[in-house]
């Protein structure tokens, strides 16, 4: 037997996980092959150093009134009343 510079493997992957990576190929017009190896690359290239990638909240801030001065913050029916004020709701969340 000629000495190989590939190794086959078989490995198992969950469904749902295959039809994200088969639909990945297909959409890039590539193999699960090729995607696997460039996912492996960038794996040991850095990116799964056992770290996720870094989250960065984005700053919510809001201008305005901020808080509605006589409104109780503790009584959940008023603070709901002025959520859906002129929004046609029902002042109460569906269940």
Do not use: C
């Amino acid at each position: 037997m000629l000495p190989s510079s590939h190794m086959k493997s078989t490995f198992e992957l969950p469904d749902a996980l295959f039809r994200q990576l088969r639909e990945h190929a297909a959409r890039n017009g590539t193999t699960i092959k090729a995607v696997l190896q460039a996912a492996l690359r960038m794996y040991f290239r850095g990116a799964g150093k056992g770290r996720a990638p870094r989250f960065k909240l984005r700053d919510g801030s809001v201008r305005g009134m901020r808080l509605v001065p006589g409104v109780n913050l503790s009584d959940w029916s008023s603070i709901n009343e002025i959520i859906y004020e002129g929004r046609g709701g029902t002042g109460r969340p569906s269940r």
